[in-house]
Structure formats: structure tokens, C-alpha cells
């Protein structure tokens, strides 16, 4: 079992920035990817940012050139540096792992609120 344990969200200002940080424990795991999705009231939740074991990432093409992945694997966390916030940007910010296995199992973090507004 994994445990996902998300911090960093709040309100801020359009321009302004926030870093979400997600920490994965459990007592024996491996990952194959950890990352961002986001939900929106009356959206579906969408992929925000990805970051694989080898070191691939993917990115929303509505967040590229604004927000950043990144990961410290001694910790297993993952983190979001979001910059040039939009208003559009607001949604709840879910923590997600891909374990490694054949079986693809997910997890979910209890998920963040980010509200971007004036």
C-alpha cells in the first residue's frame, strides 16, 4: 500500500506562483511514475505533469513554459513549481503514483486546492 501526502496549495494572485509538493510512503513500493492531474467543477480531471523513473515528463500543453516537475527520488516526493499562475489554473491538485508492475496500480493523493484569483 501507498500513501500520498499533498502541501503546498492556497490562494494566490493571476502571475503569481505556488509550489504543491507530494510525498509517497508505504512499507514497500516501487515507482514507475509519479505526477500531477487536476479537477475543475464541471471538468474532467486532466494530467498536468508526469515524471517517470527514466526520466521522461510530460506536460499539459496548457501548463509548458509555466510550471515545472520535478522529483527527489532519496524521498520519494515529487514537486509542481507553477508560475504565471492563470485564473484557469484553478482546480484541485491531485498527487499521482504508477507503481512499477505489471499490473499498473495507481494511487491518489487526498488532493490540494489551488485558487488563482484577484
Known amino acids: 500500500q501507498v500513501q500520498l501526502v499533498e502541501s503546498g496549495g492556497g490562494l494566490v494572485q493571476p502571475g503569481g506562483t505556488l509550489r504543491l509538493s507530494c510525498a509517497a510512503s508505504?512499507?514497500?513500493?516501487?515507482?514507475?511514475?509519479m505526477g500531477w492531474y487536476r479537477q475543475a467543477p464541471g471538468k474532467e480531471r486532466e494530467l498536468v505533469a508526469r515524471?517517470?523513473?527514466?526520466?521522461?515528463?510530460d506536460y499539459a500543453d496548457s501548463v509548458k513554459g509555466r510550471f515545472t516537475i520535478s522529483r527527489d527520488n532519496a524521498k520519494n516526493t515529487v514537486y509542481l513549481q507553477m508560475n504565471s499562475l492563470k485564473p484557469e489554473d484553478t482546480a484541485v491538485y491531485y498527487c499521482?503514483?504508477?507503481?512499477?508492475?505489471?499490473?499498473?496500480?495507481?494511487?491518489w493523493g487526498q488532493g490540494t486546492q489551488v485558487t488563482v484569483s484577484s
Open positions: 499521482n503514483l504508477l507503481e512499477l508492475g505489471s499490473r499498473a496500480v495507481q494511487y
Open positions: 508505504g512499507s514497500r513500493f516501487s515507482i514507475n511514475a
Open positions: 515524471i517517470y523513473s527514466t526520466g521522461r515528463i
